[in-house]
């Protein structure tokens, strides 16, 4: 499985931006995607996931909950990350991930958010 992703870029405190991220190969055994993060010098961390068995469910990192958004294509090759309300703690590379069966789990290359004022 491949993944790319896109849509970052700098944007003011209070802004939005949406992530999205394309992924190809093998992917019908993909069953959850999600969006990390890590900021310079800490860990990365998980923003949210949405699980694509048999009924779709997500979870999401506290410090995102009410501001961020994921969503996933019914094809599963595809998935966004609707970024509202941005806070200059945001700031960090973004990263997709996608989970197939037998728990492997595959990476992106990261798109970097800046977030100014």
């Known amino acids: 499985v491949q993944l790319q992703a896109s849509g970052g870029g700098l944007v003011h405190s209070g802004g939005s931006l949406r992530l999205s991220c394309v992924a190809s190969?093998?992917?019908?055994?993909?069953?959850?995607m999600g969006w990390y993060r890590q900021a310079p010098g800490k860990q990365r961390e998980l923003v949210a996931r949405?699980?694509?068995?048999?009924?779709?469910?997500?979870n999401y990192a506290d410090f995102v909950k009410g501001r961020f958004t994921i969503s996933s294509t019914d094809a599963k090759d595809s998935v966004y990350l609707q970024m509202n309300n941005i806070k200059s703690e945001d700031t960090a590379v973004y990263y997709c991930?996608?989970?197939?069966?037998?728990?492997?789990?595959?990476w992106g290359q990261g798109t970097q958010v800046t977030v100014r004022g």
């Open positions: 991930n996608a989970v197939v069966s037998g728990d492997r789990a595959y």
């Open positions: 190969g093998n992917i019908a055994g993909i069953f959850a």
């Open positions: 949405i699980f694509n068995g048999g009924t779709t469910s997500t």
